[in-house]
């Protein structure tokens, strides 16, 4: 089964033909940051103007490094949600417009089973059921993943996500967009004690809940007090800041595979790239004794292969999407249930 991913949920426009779901035969992503770079964030609309532009170039480029034609595709599969609103809708109406004029099955796939299924694409991926540690932009949650789409929240953020306080801190502390990268950059070369920073959420009546406002309103307040730090110092306090989210989300995780007797954790989503969160979770991984799977760096940011290998699986299961398939900003996990 040749399956066309498409993904244009927030600032990266992308296409993708993927193989039975597991093999990526073209992955084109068309990047915006230097259209938000000078606003220190996305701008919704600049990032719709520029899907829109972007849409059918990745797509026929997608098509030409896989080396086929729309008439080889057996299906679409396109991100419904969650992500801006205007930028979903480039990418879900034009995968409606292809499916009906070439008569291709649909489907909408929800933003965090793509970032659930990218593991799937590499060639050592967990067995079912797994713990799953998804750290992004906009989420940051631990779930328990029994099958594609079979998916129990076992805890999630009350506020900001990991990803958010990066690029939050990132640009107080003027590291420019995105910040998150940067941060970690610093902080291989800082002190992850010279500040002390609290550790939000980690008393056990919190369970596997999140919070990391509280973190990034404290590095406010220290800069405040203290001014921009700079050179060592700064890198002094990236690490800090990096090292107390790191703690805390491999707390939860371990506690996680504890509470559930899992011995397999992935960890997907943009923030899995970070260089201390994958140490930290294999450190913990060879004391707890559970095994950790992390997709490459290209496959942690938001991808169409992801998507593409999500919607094979709801393909295969004989789902279609009709003409009334509509973008949703706040799309809940389809099988989603709380423990």
Same mark, same amino acid.
């Given at each position: 089964m040749l399956v066309l991913g498409l993904e244009s949920s927030c600032d990266e426009t992308a296409a993708a033909i993927v193989e039975d779901g597991h093999r990526v035969l073209s992955d084109i992503i068309a990047s915006q940051v230097d259209v938000h770079a000078r606003y220190g964030g996305v701008v919704p609309e600049l990032a719709s103007r520029a899907h829109v532009a972007n849409v059918v170039p990745v797509i026929e480029q997608a098509l030409n490094d896989a080396g086929v034609t729309l008439d080889d595709i *057996?299906?679409?599969? +396109?991100?419904?949600?969650?992500?801006?609103i205007g930028a979903l809708l480039v990418a879900l109406q034009t995968a409606k417009a292809i499916g009906y004029a070439r008569n291709i099955p649909v489907v909408g796939v929800h @933003?965090?089973?793509? @970032?659930?299924?990218?593991?799937?694409l590499e060639d050592d991926y967990p067995?079912?059921?797994h713990i799953a540690l #998804? #750290?992004?932009?906009? @989420? %940051?949650?631990?779930?328990?993943v029994d099958g594609p789409g079979a998916l129990v929240e076992l805890g999630a953020t009350r506020d900001d996500a990991a990803g958010e306080a990066f690029d939050k801190v990132a640009k107080l502390l003027g590291l420019g967009y995105p910040g998150g990268a940067v941060v970690d950059k610093l902080a291989q070369t800082g002190d992850p004690t010279a500040y002390s920073l609290p550790r939000p959420m980690t008393k056990p009546e919190t369970k596997l809940e999140f919070s990391?406002?509280?973190l990034k309103t404290a590095v406010l307040n220290l800069v405040r007090q203290q001014g921009l730090p700079e050179g060592q110092a700064l890198a002094d306090l990236c690490a800090s800041f990096q090292? %107390? $989210? $790191?703690? +805390?989300? $491999?707390?939860?995780t371990r506690k996680a595979a504890k509470q559930e007797g899992l011995k397999h954790v992935q960890v997907c989503g943009g923030v899995a790239a970070n260089s201390g969160i994958r140490a930290g979770l294999r450190e913990?991984?060879?004391? *707890?004794?559970f095994r950790v799977y992390v997709p490459p760096p290209i496959r942690c940011t938001d991808n169409a292969a992801m998507i593409a290998a999500a919607g094979t699986y709801q393909l295969e299961r004989g789902e279609r999407a009709g003409m009334d398939l509509n973008a949703n900003s706040g799309l809940p996990l389809p099988s989603e249930t709380s423990a």
């Amino acid at each position: 089964m040749l399956v066309l991913g498409l993904e244009s949920s927030c600032d990266e426009t992308a296409a993708a033909i993927v193989e039975d779901g597991h093999r990526v035969l073209s992955d084109i992503i068309a990047s915006q940051v230097d259209v938000h770079a000078r606003y220190g964030g996305v701008v919704p609309e600049l990032a719709s103007r520029a899907h829109v532009a972007n849409v059918v170039p990745v797509i026929e480029q997608a098509l030409n490094d896989a080396g086929v034609t729309l008439d080889d595709i *057996d299906g679409i599969a +396109v991100t419904q949600g969650p992500g801006l609103i205007g930028a979903l809708l480039v990418a879900l109406q034009t995968a409606k417009a292809i499916g009906y004029a070439r008569n291709i099955p649909v489907v909408g796939v929800h @933003h965090l089973e793509g @970032h659930l299924s990218a593991i799937r694409l590499e060639d050592d991926y967990p067995p079912y059921p797994h713990i799953a540690l #998804v #750290v992004s932009g906009g @989420h %940051t949650s631990l779930m328990r993943v029994d099958g594609p789409g079979a998916l129990v929240e076992l805890g999630a953020t009350r506020d900001d996500a990991a990803g958010e306080a990066f690029d939050k801190v990132a640009k107080l502390l003027g590291l420019g967009y995105p910040g998150g990268a940067v941060v970690d950059k610093l902080a291989q070369t800082g002190d992850p004690t010279a500040y002390s920073l609290p550790r939000p959420m980690t008393k056990p009546e919190t369970k596997l809940e999140f919070s990391f406002s509280g973190l990034k309103t404290a590095v406010l307040n220290l800069v405040r007090q203290q001014g921009l730090p700079e050179g060592q110092a700064l890198a002094d306090l990236c690490a800090s800041f990096q090292a %107390t $989210v $790191v703690e +805390v989300l $491999v707390r939860k995780t371990r506690k996680a595979a504890k509470q559930e007797g899992l011995k397999h954790v992935q960890v997907c989503g943009g923030v899995a790239a970070n260089s201390g969160i994958r140490a930290g979770l294999r450190e913990a991984g060879e004391k *707890d004794g559970f095994r950790v799977y992390v997709p490459p760096p290209i496959r942690c940011t938001d991808n169409a292969a992801m998507i593409a290998a999500a919607g094979t699986y709801q393909l295969e299961r004989g789902e279609r999407a009709g003409m009334d398939l509509n973008a949703n900003s706040g799309l809940p996990l389809p099988s989603e249930t709380s423990a």
